[in-house]
């Protein structure tokens, strides 16, 4: 059983900051990736930002200069640092990971978290 629980969304004015973590738990032997999407009302979820096992990282246009994604020291934390936040940018925030779980067999899956609620007022 994998678990990933995210925290640190919340009410924000435009031009301000937040900072989403994501853990990860569970019979986890290897993450391949770990990532941050979204979704707006009466849109489609979108892929914020990733980063791989390696360092490696990705962003949405929309986001890139604004949004810094990083890994903690254990590599089974993900942190998204938004800084200029626009109303756009409102959102829930999903994080997600590539994995390589033990369970009654050895398997590569993605997980999801239950997501977090970003509001950007202008």
């Known amino acids: 059983q994998v678990r990933l629980v995210e925290s640190g969304g919340g009410l924000v004015q435009a031009g301000g900051s937040l900072r989403l973590s994501c853990a990860a738990s569970?019979?986890?032997?290897?993450?391949?990736?770990m990532g941050w999407s979204r979704q707006a009302p009466g849109k489609q979820r979108e892929l914020v930002a990733s980063?791989?096992?390696?360092?490696?990282?990705n962003y949405a246009d929309s986001v890139k200069g604004r949004f810094t994604i990083s890994r903690g020291n254990a590599k089974k934390t993900v942190y998204l640092q938004m800084n200029s936040l626009k109303p756009e940018d409102t959102a829930v925030y999903y994080c997600n990971i590539d994995a390589v779980v033990a369970g009654d067999a050895i398997r590569r899956s993605s997980y999801w978290g239950q997501g977090t609620q970003v509001t950007v007022s202008s």
């Open positions: 980063i791989s096992s390696g360092g490696s990282t």
């Open positions: 569970g019979s986890i032997l290897k993450i391949n990736a």
